[in-house]
């Protein structure tokens, strides 16, 4: 039961992030990283809110692992400088693993720094690299919390429109 709370607590809250900056969005990108997916609602200048859809499988003839995520943040450039910007974000995300291995459902909410570096020559293709604090509910098969750095959404790759 507490599951189903989490994943409904979290659908709740990206709902509610998704609506209000339809109702104030100023551009959108979409973006492409290492076994993921997002799409970027550019509020201002200076702020945004990402979802994203993860995706990965791994195994072998023997043994097989899928992993679904699905998240989103909100961001803030501290730096608006040209060709790149400083900024912090906040989010949340829920994963879930499936496959052979152990089953589990992870809630993690996390939050950091990163920039966004415009490729030369164009105002619509960038490179974003973030970093950060997440921490992690694990349940399932395997249950536990985890706390520390991480690379939040690694490098992504976004086109605007």
Excluded: C
């Amino acid at each position: 039961m507490k599951k189903v709370a989490g994943i409904v607590v979290m659908l709740a809250l990206f709902g509610m992030m998704a609506g209000s900056a339809g109702a104030a969005a100023k551009g959108m990108g979409l973006g492409l990283g290492i076994n993921r997916a997002d799409a970027r609602i550019t509020l201002d200048d200076k702020s945004a809110v990402d979802g994203y859809v993860g995706f990965n499988n791994m195994g072998n003839s023997n043994y097989s692992q899928t992993d679904f995520t699905i998240g989103g943040y909100y961001m803030m450039k501290m730096v608006n400088a040209k060709p790149a910007d400083l900024h912090w974000l906040g989010g949340a995300e829920i994963a879930l693993t499936t496959g052979d291995g152990p089953k589990t459902t992870q809630i993690s909410l996390f939050g950091g720094i990163g920039s966004e570096y415009f490729l030369p020559g164009t105002e619509n293709m960038s490179i974003e690299v973030n970093a950060g604090l997440k921490f992690t509910n694990m349940s399932g098969d395997l249950e536990g919390h985890m706390f520390g750095l991480d690379s939040l959404n690694g490098v992504t790759f976004r086109y605007y429109f």
